[in-house]
């Protein structure tokens, strides 16, 4: 059964570094690729980034200098960081398996909120 | 980066009517994706591929288009179709979602 699931910190200072682990069960990591989306409170859906199932990785122009998208194939786990946040960076953190075609399997999220 | 625009932003349908949603990309895109959410939960495919329905999709649900212009279609409105919906490319990298479409049940 595949499953994934989000964990990391509900509460980022500004300026600090957000750490998020995607936790995979079900597939292998080095099988299929997966992204990251988010999505601030009320709005709509943005790509992050994506790191391939070679180990390669892309991102979000507009994020790009601030984020890092890596992963432990032994733990199966997939890790987004991100420095630098700001209150906009706020929102719904969600990772994803890409499929036939699309996100076919998508985690729970974990909802951040950056604040002092 | 591939903008897309999807309209309309919100729209309301009552049981058994037409509904369509169109989405346009800035560049030519290979296919169309499309998502439903629907509130506090996470986004679940719904079209890939243009056209081809995901997993137990209902039939209602329809995509069409091609290169720059998509759009999505329920044929029957249903109450449970209440959702937002996304188109979403991945032709080329940064990947990009639609705005998104509110649809309500009236």
């Known amino acids: 059964q595949v499953r994934l699931k989000e964990s990391g910190p509900r509460l980022v200072q500004p300026s600090q570094t957000l750490s998020v682990t995607c936790t995979v069960s079900?597939?292998?990591?080095?099988?299929?690729?997966v992204s990251w989306v988010r999505q601030p409170p009320g709005k709509g859906l943005e790509w992050v980034g994506a790191?391939?199932?070679?180990?390669?990785?892309d991102y979000n122009s507009a994020l790009k200098s601030r984020l890092s998208i890596s992963r432990d194939t032994s733990k199966n786990q997939v890790f987004l960081k991100m420095n630098s946040l700001q209150t906009d960076d706020t929102g719904t953190y969600y990772c994803a398996k890409h499929g036939r075609g699309s996100y076919d399997y998508w985690g729970q999220g974990v909802m951040v909120t950056v604040s002092s | 980066e591939i903008v897309l625009t999807q309209s309309p932003t919100t729209m309301a349908a009552s049981p058994g009517e037409k509904v369509t949603i169109t989405c346009r990309a800035s560049?030519?895109?290979?296919?169309m994706y499309w998502y439903q959410q629907k509130s506090g939960a996470s986004p679940k495919p719904w079209i890939y591929e243009t056209s081809k329905l995901a997993s137990g999709v209902p039939d209602r649900f329809s995509g069409s288009g091609s290169g720059t212009s998509y759009s999505f279609t329920i044929s029957s409105m249903e109450t449970e179709d209440a959702a937002t919906y996304y188109c979403?490319?991945?032709?080329?990298?940064?990947?990009?979602f639609g705005s998104g479409t509110k649809l309500e049940i009236k």
């Open positions: 079900g597939f292998s990591v080095t099988s299929y690729h």
């Open positions: 790191i391939w199932k070679g180990g390669s990785t």
């Open positions: 979403h490319q991945w032709s080329s990298t940064p990947f990009t």
């Open positions: 560049s030519s895109v290979s296919y």
